[in-house]
């Protein structure tokens, strides 16, 4: 089955340093999602791409996090500086826009001490 | 903000039908409900869709009352593996995207 992949699946790092996540969209998707998870918020949508155009990233924290697509192959979310309330697990998700479902990936645990 | 309301959590026993319950009185005409389910530690994952008319898969039925303001998922034989958040969400299929709940934490019980 095709799946969404994401790097690194988990990550531990200092107040202050920068985080970038990776994910690899399933290869013809062109909607690309990032969300965040935490047991207070539960699943939150911090931003969502369309043909790696940026529809909505209003649920990004701006003045730390920045969300790109370099290409169609490639979406990542960065962090900096990174601080403890970023601790979290990052999802990434792909479709295709007018179909059926959406796919998910593993996620990255992201541990900031 | 999630437009649905979902019990916080429910028992199933293994091997019987769980059936989860979602209220959505304020869904339009053009949007479809949707059940993804997360089970621990995984990404969520799609489970079944509909707009009007009941559906069937592999995985589960989705029953949609005649005015569509709730919904039921229906697990005809619940299994351990079936122990999992189970999100209600209602969306328009085109150019939209997911905004989640707290969904129903179902545990099936040996």
């Known amino acids: 089955d095709a799946r969404v992949t994401q790097t690194p699946r988990d990550k531990v790092t200092e107040m202050g340093q920068e985080v970038t996540m990776r994910c690899q969209p399933i290869l013809g998707h062109n909607t690309v999602f990032w969300y965040r998870q935490t047991m207070m918020q539960g699943l939150e949508l911090l931003a969502y791409f369309r043909n790696r155009a940026p529809l909505d990233d209003s649920g990004m924290p701006k003045d730390r996090f920045s969300a790109e697509m370099p290409d169609a192959t490639l979406a990542t979310l960065k962090i900096q500086p990174s601080e403890p309330r970023d601790s979290a697990v990052y999802f990434c998700?792909?479709?295709?826009?007018?179909?059926?479902?959406?796919?998910f990936g593993s996620g990255t645990r992201l541990t900031v001490v | 903000d999630a437009k649905t309301t979902q019990p916080t959590s429910m028992d199933c026993a293994e091997g019987r039908a769980a059936n989860l319950p979602c209220n959505h009185s304020?869904?339009?005409?053009?949007?479809?409900v949707y059940w993804y389910r997360q089970i621990h530690s995984q990404g969520p994952q799609y489970i079944i869709h509909g707009l009007k008319n009941n559906e069937t898969n592999e995985m589960a039925s989705l029953i949609i009352t005649e005015d569509r303001k709730s919904s039921t998922l229906i697990l005809p034989h619940a299994t351990l593996r079936d122990t999992a958040v189970y999100y209600c969400?209602?969306?328009?299929?085109?150019?939209?995207?997911?905004?989640f709940g707290k969904g129903t934490r179902l545990h099936i019980l040996p």
């Open positions: 969400i209602h969306f328009m299929n085109r150019d939209d995207k997911i905004i």
């Open positions: 304020t869904i339009s005409g053009n949007e479809y």
């Open positions: 998700a792909s479709g295709l826009a007018g179909t059926y479902g959406y796919t």
